[in-house]
């Protein structure tokens, strides 16, 4: 039994949803996709009292408080914050701080893994299923929604993302994202999502988006990953103010786009926006080429993440793996 446990779990973009349930449908569907560089770092040890340290403490005490009984342990826990995802800004942050907390403590306590069930008992995964899935594991992920609240959305698809390719990152550090009641009542309030619009989607997804990836053609998955965050950017626009939630963001990602960037769009309700380059030289040519320094706005430039939580036991670290899973070239893991 190992006396700390430390776990590494990648942010997440969410590049949009297939379909938003109404009168004649029930299930959202979204697409998205796991980052290298945002990421939450936290370590988890016994203690003789339960103690957090460093960002996130209120929300790390409530897993804590949550998760003691629902996996019947005793005793307390200390718990050491090196790195978080920023808070409320689009990266799938609490979905992923739920999950660390609770893998760690499983792992610590020699408990088998059961990252869904325990991400439905965290409150997690009531829309997107991206958070969840890029926990378990890497690459452009396409989940088809759930049809009972005590399920996580189903993921149909997983594609490994070229390794080449990158993501132009764009924060806005002053701004928030619609999160908690507030989202509740935007979807409560918005209008029914057109037929024809998830039908649109859907296609851009399942007959550009993920070919363009396999091919690695980014010409075609960066124009389609921007028509789908069009026509959702239109449809939430009456509750966030705007296509993008943030000015300042949105006119970053207009200079990026006129310098060559693709794929440009708003990660779930935002702030953060992103564009796409098809390497790292292309990357840094266009955010020097956009001269975004008066935007008031921070870039980043990450890669794709084409693997899940990262544990470590000791000294010794292992990528998270589930054993009845399967690797993205199909093949049953050992």
Same mark, same amino acid.
């Given at each position: 039994m190992s006396d700390s446990v430390s776990i590494q779990v990648p942010g997440r973009l969410h590049l949009g949803f297939l379909d938003i349930p109404g009168k004649d449908s029930s299930r959202f569907g979204s697409i998205g996709l796991p980052l290298d560089g945002i990421s939450t770092r936290l370590e988890v040890s016994k203690a003789a009292e339960t103690s957090v340290h460093g960002d996130e403490s209120a929300r790390i005490f409530a897993h804590?408080?949550?998760?003691?009984?629902?996996l019947d342990l005793a005793g307390h826990h200390q718990v050491t914050v090196f790195e978080t995802i920023p808070a409320h800004a689009g990266l799938g942050?609490?979905?992923q701080l739920a @999950?660390?907390?609770?893998?760690?403590? !499983?792992? @610590?306590?020699? @408990?088998?893994?059961?990252? !869904?069930?325990d991400a439905t008992f965290l409150g997690r995964g009531a829309r997107s299923g991206i958070g969840i899935a890029a926990f378990?594991?890497?690459?452009?992920? @396409?989940d088809a929604g759930k049809t009972k609240d005590d399920l996580t959305p189903t993921v149909v698809s997983r594609i490994p993302f070229p390794s080449e390719w990158r993501i132009i990152l764009v924060l806005d550090g002053h701004a928030e994202g619609i999160h908690g009641d507030a989202e509740i009542k935007a979807f409560r309030t918005l209008p029914p999502f057109p037929a024809?619009?998830?039908?649109?989607?859907?296609?851009?997804?399942l007959m550009e988006i993920m070919p363009a990836v396999i091919e690695k053609d980014i010409e075609t998955f960066g124009n389609a990953v921007t028509s789908i965050q069009q026509k959702l950017g239109d449809y939430f626009s009456p509750a966030q103010g705007g296509r993008f939630t943030s000015r300042a963001v949105e006119e970053a990602l207009l200079r990026l786009g006129e310098c060559g960037a693709v794929g440009i769009g708003q990660s779930s309700w935002g702030p953060t926006?992103?564009?796409?380059?098809?390497?790292?030289?292309?990357?840094? !040519?266009i955010v020097a080429a956009a001269a975004l320094e008066d935007t008031g706005t921070t870039i980043r430039i990450v890669a794709a993440r084409n693997q899940g939580a990262l544990i470590t036991r000791?000294?010794?670290?292992v990528e998270f793996k589930l054993e009845y899973r399967k690797t993205l070239s199909g093949k049953a893991r050992q």
């Amino acid at each position: 039994m190992s006396d700390s446990v430390s776990i590494q779990v990648p942010g997440r973009l969410h590049l949009g949803f297939l379909d938003i349930p109404g009168k004649d449908s029930s299930r959202f569907g979204s697409i998205g996709l796991p980052l290298d560089g945002i990421s939450t770092r936290l370590e988890v040890s016994k203690a003789a009292e339960t103690s957090v340290h460093g960002d996130e403490s209120a929300r790390i005490f409530a897993h804590l408080a949550a998760l003691r009984p629902h996996l019947d342990l005793a005793g307390h826990h200390q718990v050491t914050v090196f790195e978080t995802i920023p808070a409320h800004a689009g990266l799938g942050s609490g979905t992923q701080l739920a @999950l660390a907390v609770s893998a760690a403590l !499983r792992t @610590l306590h020699d @408990l088998p893994f059961h990252v !869904r069930d325990d991400a439905t008992f965290l409150g997690r995964g009531a829309r997107s299923g991206i958070g969840i899935a890029a926990f378990e594991e890497g690459g452009l992920i @396409l989940d088809a929604g759930k049809t009972k609240d005590d399920l996580t959305p189903t993921v149909v698809s997983r594609i490994p993302f070229p390794s080449e390719w990158r993501i132009i990152l764009v924060l806005d550090g002053h701004a928030e994202g619609i999160h908690g009641d507030a989202e509740i009542k935007a979807f409560r309030t918005l209008p029914p999502f057109p037929a024809e619009s998830s039908a649109s989607i859907c296609r851009h997804a399942l007959m550009e988006i993920m070919p363009a990836v396999i091919e690695k053609d980014i010409e075609t998955f960066g124009n389609a990953v921007t028509s789908i965050q069009q026509k959702l950017g239109d449809y939430f626009s009456p509750a966030q103010g705007g296509r993008f939630t943030s000015r300042a963001v949105e006119e970053a990602l207009l200079r990026l786009g006129e310098c060559g960037a693709v794929g440009i769009g708003q990660s779930s309700w935002g702030p953060t926006g992103f564009a796409f380059a098809e390497s790292q030289a292309a990357a840094e !040519r266009i955010v020097a080429a956009a001269a975004l320094e008066d935007t008031g706005t921070t870039i980043r430039i990450v890669a794709a993440r084409n693997q899940g939580a990262l544990i470590t036991r000791r000294t010794e670290p292992v990528e998270f793996k589930l054993e009845y899973r399967k690797t993205l070239s199909g093949k049953a893991r050992q």
